[in-house]
T-cell receptor, first 115, second 112 residues
């Protein structure tokens, strides 16, 4: 099946710094990618839809200036958590749909801890 | 709006016993339905999906699910649980465009 690679898998950063998370589709092109956040023992909540060559679409309640998304190519989307705070600590997961949109493949996730 | 409900946040079964994880959806249009499994600190792996056609869908690791439109359900089953099945399971739905709506998840525990 298609492969989506997410990096880094874990990151610890100091409060106030920024962290960049990369999501790559390794063997297919993805004009759209999705970014989810998962708090401990909770479900995945969609944060935003990343669109290649255009602005991302954010879900209600998600601060676009805090969670910067860039989809510069057909195989790479990045999520930057700016001025991170401890409450941003979470598990972030990206996904990319395949052609035909009948399935989405997920990255391995990134465990962000802000101290 | 679409929603997905998973009954039971925790399910415990004995090894070799039947696994039944419940999922109900609400949607104004027939959705695509998915079951994903998540192991600790990992991403999601697709177990199976229903798009169109046969309503009984077989997936990996011996899991299967049946789409029942009249009951708006897509329950996940496995005849005989194995210790390696212990994980978090998520039911999800999309009406198209691949923007998934997830259920709250069910933690499956398998005991000896």
């Amino acid at each position: 099946g298609a492969v989506v690679s997410q990096h880094p898998s874990r990151v610890i950063c100091k409060s106030g710094t920024s962290v960049k998370i990369e999501c790559r589709s390794l063997d297919f092109q993805a004009t759209t990618m999705f970014w989810y956040r998962q708090f401990p023992k909770q479900s995945l909540m969609l944060m935003a839809t990343s669109n290649e060559g255009s602005k991302a679409t954010y879900e209600q309640g998600v601060e676009k200036d805090k969670f910067l998304i860039n989809h510069a190519s057909l195989t790479l989307s990045t999520l930057t958590v700016t001025s991170a705070h401890p409450e941003d600590s979470s598990f972030y997961i990206c996904s990319a749909p395949t052609t035909g949109n009948t399935e989405a493949f997920f990255g391995q996730g990134t465990r962000l801890t802000v101290v | 709006a679409q929603s997905v409900t998973q009954l039971g946040s925790h399910v415990s079964v004995s090894e070799g016993a039947l696994v039944l994880l419940r999922c109900n959806y609400s949607s104004s249009v027939p959705p695509y339905l998915f079951w994903y499994v998540q192991y600790p600190n990992q991403g999601l792996q697709l177990l199976l999906k229903y798009t169109t056609g046969a309503t009984l869908v077989k997936g990996i690791n011996g899991f299967e699910a049946e789409f029942k439109k009249s009951e708006t359900s897509f329950h996940l089953t496995k005849p005989s649980a194995h210790m390696s099945d212990a994980a978090e399971y998520f039911c999800a739905a999309t009406g198209g465009g691949n923007k998934l709506t997830f259920g709250t998840g069910t933690q499956l525990k398998v005991e000896l």
